[in-house]
T-cell receptor
Framework: AQSVTQLGSHVSVSEGALVLLRCNYSSSVPPYLFWYVQYPNQGLQLLLKYTSAATLVKGINGFEAEFKKSETSFHLTKPSAHMSDAAEYFCAVSGDTGFQKLVFGTGTRLLVSP | DGGITQSPKYLFRKEGQNVTLSCEQNLNHDAMYWYRQDPGQGLRLIYYSQIVNDFQKGDIAEGYSVSREKKESFPLTVTSAQKNPTAFYLC????????????FGEGSRLTVL
């Protein structure tokens, strides 16, 4: 079975500060990892994905994530937070049966203050 | 524009009533999914379908039913057997060569009174 742990249900940053959202995974096979973003009362949108190519993955809106096998981590970062980044972020790992069944973390709500 | 349409966006129901949530996609995707979202619990898979006339149970299928008669449509029925149906329900789809990217609808919020 595969699982994802997101550390911190809420993260608060000031506008312009570094954003760091943590994700650790557990997988018995080489994982495929994803970050999704959800704005209030909306569906999820893919930010970026790791599918065994480059370990540093760049996504939309200036976000990036680094796959670290030794640490079983896939943390999401952005150098400078913007007010529009306030949302909930979900890390996900592909299931044992392949891409079809993503296993999601419990989410981290990012709060950005002026 | 292509996308996934869920309806209704908000729904209220009395205990003991069945309710059906609609999900339609025009992305020509083969696979469709239903997730349930509760605060602090992330997304949990209810049912998924990889092809017309076939579907599989996810992790929390009890009290729910689905059908997949057309490629474009994957309705979810929340039955009276579902003990705690109040939640935000998300429908998603993905292409045949799934690279893990799910395309989500905007969700349906069900409240049981």
């Amino acid at each position: 079975a595969q699982s994802v742990t997101q550390l911190g249900s809420h993260v608060s940053v000031s506008e312009g500060a570094l954003v760091l959202l943590r994700c650790n995974y557990s997988s018995s096979v080489p994982p495929y990892l994803f970050w999704y973003v959800q704005y209030p009362n909306q569906g999820l949108q893919l930010l970026l994905k790791y599918t065994s190519a480059a370990t540093l993955v760049k996504g939309i809106n200036g976000f990036e994530a680094e796959f670290k096998k030794s640490e079983t981590s896939f943390h999401l970062t952005k150098p400078s937070a913007h007010m529009s980044d306030a949302a909930e972020y979900f890390c996900a790992v592909s299931g044992d049966t392949g891409f079809q069944k993503l296993v999601f973390g419990t989410g981290t709500r990012l709060l950005v203050s002026p | 524009d292509g996308g996934i349409t869920q309806s209704p966006k908000y729904l209220f129901r009395k205990e003991g009533q069945n309710v059906t949530l609609s999900c339609e996609q025009n992305l020509n995707h083969d696979a469709m999914y239903w997730y349930r979202q509760d605060p602090g619990q992330g997304l949990r898979l209810i049912y998924y379908s990889q092809i017309v006339n076939d579907f599989q149970k996810g992790d929390i299928a009890e009290g729910y039913s689905v059908s997949r008669e057309k490629k474009e449509s994957f309705p979810l029925t929340v039955t009276s057997a579902q003990k705690n149906p109040t939640a935000f329900y998300l429908c998603a789809s993905s292409g045949l060569k799934n690279t893990g990217e799910l395309f989500f609808g905007e969700g349906s919020r069900l409240t049981v009174l």
